[in-house]
Every structure is written in C-alpha cells, then in structure tokens.
C-alpha cells in the first residue's frame, strides 16, 4: 500500500478482529481501536419472536400489507438508480443532522458505496433491491467472511415507505446459510448504536485499524 499511496499515513488494514491484531504488532505495525462490530443469530433475525422484537414484525406487516412491490436481486444495470437512491438518502439525513463529523461519514459511506457497485461481480458481493411501481426503493448488499458469518455490508431505504427497511433486511438474512449475521458497527453514532441493539445481538467484537507506527 506504501507503493501507492503518496502519504504512508494512509495506508492501513481495518476491521482487524481483537484475536487477530497481534501478529501486526509483532511486525512492528500500529493497532488502534475503530469500533464494535454488532453480530446477531441468523435465527433470531428471521423469527423475530417475543416482545422485543414486536415493532419489527409490526413494521414488516405493514409494508407488506400496505405497498405493491418485488424483491428481486440486484443486477449491474441497476447501479446508477441505486446512486441515486443513496443521494437521496445522504441529503435528508444531512438535513437532520448538522455534526460535521456524521456529514464526513456520509460522505465516505457513498463513497465506499460507490466502490462496492462498480466491483460487485470482481468481488463476489450479493445483493437485492426493492422496487414499487417500477423504481427501486431499496438496497441491500453483503458477503460472506468465512464458513460462519455473512456480513450485511450496506442498507439504503426510502423510508418514506414505512417497513421497508425491516423487511430487506428479514429477507436478505433468510436467504444467508450462514449462523451469524454481522450488522457491521456503529461508527460511533448513538443513533446507529440504538439501531443496531435494537436487533439484540449475543455478540460484540472490539475491532481495530492497522496502519504505520
């Protein structure tokens, strides 16, 4: 990475789990803590059983019952709609939430968003999207990381559609063989952290970024 990044300040390794940071520092290289992954059980997000997860069957059925729509995979030629549905989801939370700090994550988020789109078939990442009266209102997309878990990489709703959110995501993880869901971390936002509990996870993974000392 040094080879090709001007400032070696920028080259780094993320999401390194706890367990796997210790070789890097042995080389000599920095750990520094970015967060917590969330990871739920691919079976409590399916089932949705009980009263703590009340809400999210409530919103689901309503969306279903509510609004005419197709949940179909994604395809390549769907990327400049799912853009566009990623700019507008930027602005109105831009709207809500002046924090210069949240701002930068958006940005980068739709960058990063932009990345994974225009690499989809290199890198092997699934996805789906949802349509109402012909248009896309919702993508999801993820991958795999090991035999265990699949990772939901990235969720942009219209959620003027009420629902929607809890029901691509109840779909994409019924379709996962996998045991566990990781629904990545919280980038430090209380809003994001209260999301993410909210789907009970049993485990919490301290992660790390591995750059130059």
Do not use: H
């Amino acid at each position: 990475m040094d080879s090709y990044n001007k400032n070696r300040l920028i080259s780094r390794i993320e999401n390194v789990e706890k367990a796997e940071a210790a070789p890097y520092k042995e080389l000599g290289f920095e750990d520094i803590s970015s967060g917590r992954d969330y990871v739920c059980k691919r079976s409590a997000l399916i089932g949705l059983s009980g009263n703590l997860f009340k809400s999210k069957r409530a919103a689901i059925n309503y969306f279903i019952r509510n609004y005419k729509f197709e949940y179909l995979p994604y395809k390549t030629s769907d990327r400049s709609e799912c853009v566009e549905l990623f700019k507008l989801w930027v602005s109105e939370r831009k709207l809500n939430n002046s924090d210069s700090i949240y701002q930068g994550l958006l940005e980068d988020n739709f960058t990063a968003f932009q990345v994974v789109l225009g690499s989809y078939n290199k890198l092997g990442f699934i996805g789906r999207v949802i349509k109402t009266g012909g248009e896309i209102k919702a993508v999801t997309v993820g991958y795999p990381l090991g035999r265990k878990t699949f990772v939901v990489l990235f969720e942009v709703c219209d959620l003027r559609f009420k629902g929607i959110a809890q029901y691509i995501f109840r779909e994409f993880c019924k379709e996962q063989d996998y045991p566990d869901i990781n629904i990545m971390d919280d980038s430090g936002l209380d809003s994001l952290k209260k999301v993410k509990l909210s789907y009970r996870p049993y485990k919490i993974m301290d992660s790390f970024v591995i750059r130059n000392e």
